[in-house]
């Protein structure tokens, strides 16, 4: 009776009708949540699990982030590293944001402490629970081995996975820490009726589970540094771990520090205190360079065929973004105006882009042919050029220049092979026509009377696009250039396709990398070392353009 009593109160009134739309409308999303985290998320951890073993086609023993420090060298700690810092700063605003929202409403939000803390907890015991049953499931395919596989037997042994000594007891903490964490969440809310209860519960949820994750990730590359340092002293070789780990993170703490004096300094208002803090930033820049020079060592360190594979994804996706912007606003701009003819050549400019990615890219490669009746080649020799190999060409474009011209072109400076050069007109040609859509449907939302206005003031046509039309095309610029980035990053078919050994390595970008070590090579914890490296370089890009292209898109 009183269980009934306590349930009427907490779902009447105002209070409780929120809570019910709350419940309602997360029973409405569970459907889809379990298949995101089932077919979306679930693949992203396993991936991270298998990163963390010696997995050749069977799982091996679990070898912490030694994947990750073949792939990118001593790196990796430093990386782990201010993850773990970061993980700490965030908590730093989390509590900044609970304190303004108390400052706001004139709460006493204390008491939804014991919720969050729960919940975080509950966080915690389940990647437990997980982490303990996911070998045991894996392991079934090796019980099935001479048996005759059929749905019961799997089951049986599914079940006798899932009651393993292991796995049995972290589930059951898991369970009773659920019910526990929804019965005081429960409870805090009807003891303290606040409309900002669970958004303080939340808060508190966060923090906690920042604070773990952040001290976890510091003590776990604390023991990785400590294992490897102990066993290269124990073999009397230099680590060399330690040293760079400390001056790297000590550079970039002071690029962080310069950072901050450098947006302190615009505020200043007298001379001296700008001029003060200006000095001092670049005298912190200075040192944080020189720490951070540490870091050629360690690349040089990790695996070359990462580095060259990251090098010319950085080669594919400069020659291949800045370019489809360009020639897609140009065309976008001379098709938006009307003239005979103009929806035959959107139409014919955006056949590329729907045309089969592995057909036109099967055409390229008979027209770049290192054939001397291939139609390039029978081109140049029309134009009193000499033939290239094209696809079977690894010489970098400036430097073949250079040797028409006599020129000598330093190391450096060679650019991306002929090869890549021929990967990226066929990018640049099939994307160009998508652009020029997007980009006429930007140019459709600018109101004409802007225009207008401004050829009535006497501006030419080049100024109306520099002073009106380019900016207020900047979120659609944004967004090509987002998602071109990303993209080349990501892209994988076509390379494939033009692929050849005789390029020796120079077309292999780094999603070719991770595709050759996961199924040719058979080395699948590295490969998704490679994988999460990956990831952390979009993340990272996307976050960058995020901060520097995206303050300054002008949305109207």
């Known amino acids: 009776m009183e269980n009934k009593n306590f349930l009427q109160r907490t779902f009447t009134g105002r209070r409780g009708r929120r809570l019910k739309e709350y ?34 086609i069977v799982r091996g023993d679990m070898i912490g982030l030694r994947n990750y ?20 700063v965030l908590i730093y605003f989390l509590v900044k944001r ?49 048996i005759e596989r059929e749905e019961i037997v799997f089951m049986d042994f599914l079940m006798d996975a899932l009651r393993a000594e292991s796995v049995l007891p972290a589930w059951r903490i898991f369970g009773w820490l659920l019910l526990a964490s929804l019965v005081i969440g429960l409870v805090v809310m009807r003891v303290w009726e606040n409309r900002n209860n669970l958004n303080y519960q939340a808060y508190f949820s966060l923090c906690f589970l920042a604070l773990g994750i ?12 400590n294992t490897v340092y102990a066993a290269a002293l124990s073999e009397g070789t230099d680590p060399g771990i330690w040293p760079q780990v400390i001056t790297i993170s000590s550079g970039l703490i002071l690029f962080a520090a310069a950072w901050v004096l450098w947006r302190r300094a615009e505020k200043q ?29 360690i690349i040089a360190a990790g695996d070359k065929r990462v580095w060259d594979g990251l090098k010319v994804t950085v080669f594919f996706s400069l020659g291949t973004v800045p370019f489809q912007l360009v020639i897609s606003i140009f065309l976008a701009v001379l098709l938006f105006r009307k003239f005979l003819g103009t929806n035959i050549f959107r139409i014919i400019f955006f056949i590329p882009y729907v045309t089969p990615s592995i057909a ?25 050029l000499p033939p290239q190999q094209w696809l079977f060409e690894p010489r970098g474009i400036f430097t073949l220049i250079g040797q028409h011209f006599g020129l ?92 050849s050994n005789l390029a020796l390595g120079t077309t292999d970008t780094f999603s070719l990398a991770i595709f050759i070590e996961f199924f040719e090579k058979l080395r699948y914890g590295y490969a998704s070392a490679m994988a999460f490296v990956l990831f952390g370089i979009i993340l990272s890009l996307t976050l960058i353009n995020n901060r520097v292209q995206g303050a300054k898109v002008f949305y109207g």
């Open 23 to 56: 419940l309602t409308a997360y029973i409405f999303i569970a459907p889809s949540s379990i298949l995101i985290f089932m077919f979306g998320i679930f693949p992203v951890f396993f991936a991270l699990y298998v990163s963390l073993h010696r997995w050749r």
């Open 69 to 88: 420090v073949t792939a990118i060298g001593s790196l990796t700690y430093v990386i782990a590293f201010f993850l773990g810092i970061g993980a700490l």
């Open 98 to 146: 609970i304190l303004k929202l108390r400052q706001e409403h004139d709460d006493q939000p204390w008491l939804a402490i014991l919720p969050g803390l729960m919940y975080a907890v509950t966080v915690f015991a389940f990647l437990n629970w997980f982490y303990r049953a996911l070998p045991e499931v894996l392991d079934i395919a090796f019980k099935l081995r001479g």
């Open 214 to 225: 952040g001290v976890g990730l510091l003590a776990f590359t604390l023991q990785e540094v």
């Open 269 to 297: 208002y007298t001379n001296r205190g700008f001029w003060l803090h200006l000095l001092a930033a670049i005298v912190l820049l200075i040192g944080g360079w020189l720490l951070i020079g540490e870091i050629p060592n």
């Open 360 to 384: 036109s890219a099967a055409v390229f490669q008979q027209m770049f042919s290192n054939r001397q009746t291939a139609p390039v080649n029978m081109l140049l020799r029309s134009l009193g």
């Open 408 to 499: 000598s072109i330093p190391t450096w400076a060679t650019g991306p092979s002929l090869a890549l050069f021929v990967i990226i007109l066929h990018s640049v040609w099939t994307f160009v026509g998508y652009n020029t859509v997007i980009y006429l449907a930007g140019l459709g939302n600018i109101p004409k009377e802007l225009n207008d206005s401004a050829e009535v003031d006497g501006a030419n046509g080049w100024q109306v696009f520099r002073h009106i039309t380019f900016p207020l095309l900047s979120p659609t610029t944004y967004f090509l250039s987002l998602i071109g980035v990303i993209g080349t990053f990501k892209a994988f078919n076509t390379i494939w396709i033009f692929r």
